[in-house]
């Protein structure tokens, strides 16, 4: 498993921190993309957080899966590829 910086993260002119901690610079010379990629990566502690509680959800109401049926189910297998994809289990 990966560890990252502990969120929460946020974006000011193009630059990622996390509390006073420097975490990513976007400025690439794309104006308003830049502050955009900022704000996706500011967000990505809290997203994956977001996934990570949503696979229990989504397990608790389908219930009537089979453990087999529910990691087959196409969202699910879109949610832990992104959470795979963030470096984690």
């Known amino acids: 498993m990966t560890h990252h910086t502990p969120g929460p ?3 000011e002119e193009g630059f990622v921190y ?3 901690r420097w ?3 976007c ?5 308003i993309h830049d502050i955009a990629n900022a704000q996706l990566i500011a967000a990505a502690p809290d997203l ?5 509680e949503s696979i229990s959800l989504l397990r608790y109401a389908r219930l009537n899966l089979t453990n087999t049926q529910f990691e087959a ?7 832990r590829k992104a959470i795979r994809k963030a470096g984690q289990n």
Not at 73 to 79: A, L
Request: aromatic share 8%; no cysteine.
């Open 9 to 11: 993260w946020t974006a």
């Open 18 to 20: 996390a509390g006073e």
């Open 23 to 25: 975490v990513a610079d």
């Open 27 to 31: 400025l690439m010379g794309y104006g």
């Open 48 to 52: 994956l957080g977001a996934l990570k």
């Open 73 to 79: 189910d196409p969202v699910v297998k879109r949610i």
